[in-house]
C-alpha cells in the first residue's frame, strides 16, 4: 500500500488490479512455479536445520504463494481507503491492457514485461518512492527495436517475444531473443504455422525439432495475447481483449479462458468470489458503498 500511498500523495486516481483464476495457456508455467516454491521450502528447511537462519529466510521468501484470502485483505484495504479495485477474470496483464487501451487508466504500472506484448500504450516499470521509473511507449518500440517506423509490426513484435520464451510457450532449446529477432527479419511469411518448421534451416540449426504441438502452442500464445478475456467495467460485461474475428468466440479459444457470463465475471471483478476455489466470500455492492459513504459524509458536516 505504500505506493498507493505515494500515488495519492500526488493526486493520482488508482485502480488496484489483481489476478483472477487459472487460465489455462498458462497451466504449464504455473505447474513449474509451484514446483519451484517447493523446492525452495525443502531448501528452506533444511538450512534452517543446518542452523543457517538468514540463508534459510532467503528461500523461504522464494517460496511464498499469494493466496486469495491475501489478496481479500488488500482489497478490503483498498475499499476502505475508497480505491478503484478489479479483480481480473484471469491476468491481471490483459485487464491492465485493456483498461489502458480504453482509456480508462492513462498508464499502467507494473513489473511485468508482458504489458508490451499485450499492447499497452503507456507503461512504468520500476517505479521507486522518488518517482523513478522506466517508461515504455508504444509508440517507440521501433526505436527500441532499431527499426524504421515504416518497417516495424507489432505482430512482428509479438512473434519474436512468444519465440523467445513466454508465460504461454517455453522457448526451443538454443532459442533466445538475438536468435528469436534473426529469424523474423529474414521472413516476410505470415502464415507462422507453417514458417515455423522453417527455423532449422533458416538458424542453420540442423538439430532443432520443431513439432506440430510446438507450432499449434504458438498459435495459441498469440491468441491468448489477442483474445484473453478480461472485465469491461463500463459495460459490466466479460469480453477478449480484442474483438473476435468473425463468426469466431470464446469456445474456439478455451486456453484463453472460459466464458462464466456476465455476472459472474462481475462478481469476481468486485472480490467477491474466491477465485482459487470459486466460493463466494463477499457480497461487496459498489452502489451501496458510495450510498453509505454519501450518507457518512452528510453527517460528518451536520455534526461539524
Known sequence: ???????????????????????????????????????????????LRQGRAREAL???????????????????????????????????DAQLAFLNLKGIAQVVITEDSDLIVFGCKSTLFKLDSNGGCVFVDHEKLHLAMNIPRDKFSFEKFRNITILSGCDYLPSLPGIGLVKACK???VTANTDIYNVLSKL?????????????????????????????????????????????PDGMGPNDYPYAGKFVGHERARQIALGNVNVQTGEVVDHFDPEIFKAKSSNSSELNENIC
Open 1 to 47: 500500500m505504500k505506493q498507493v500511498s505515494l500515488l495519492l500523495s500526488h493526486g493520482i486516481k488508482p485502480i488496484m488490479v489483481f489476478d483472477g483464476c487459472h487460465l489455462p495457456s498458462k497451466a504449464v508455467t504455473e505447474t513449474k512455479r509451484r514446483e519451484n516454491r517447493e523446492k525452495n521450502r525443502k531448501q528452506a528447511k533444511e538450512l
Open 58 to 92: 532467503e528461500h523461504f521468501r522464494r517460496c511464498v504463494e499469494v493466496t486469495s484470502e491475501m489478496a481479500f485483505e488488500v482489497i478490503s484495504a483498498c475499499r476502505a481507503r475508497n480505491i478503484d479495485v478489479v479483480v481480473a477474470p484471469y491476468e491481471a
Open 183 to 185: 529469424f523474423f527479419s
Open 200 to 244: 532449422p534451416s533458416y538458424l542453420n540449426m540442423p538439430n532443432l525439432e520443431v513439432t506440430q504441438e510446438y507450432r499449434e502452442k504458438f498459435m495459441q500464445a498469440i491468441n491468448t495475447f489477442l483474445y484473453q478475456l478480461v472485465f469491461d467495467p463500463i459495460s459490466q460485461t466479460l469480453r477478449p481483449l480484442s474483438d473476435y
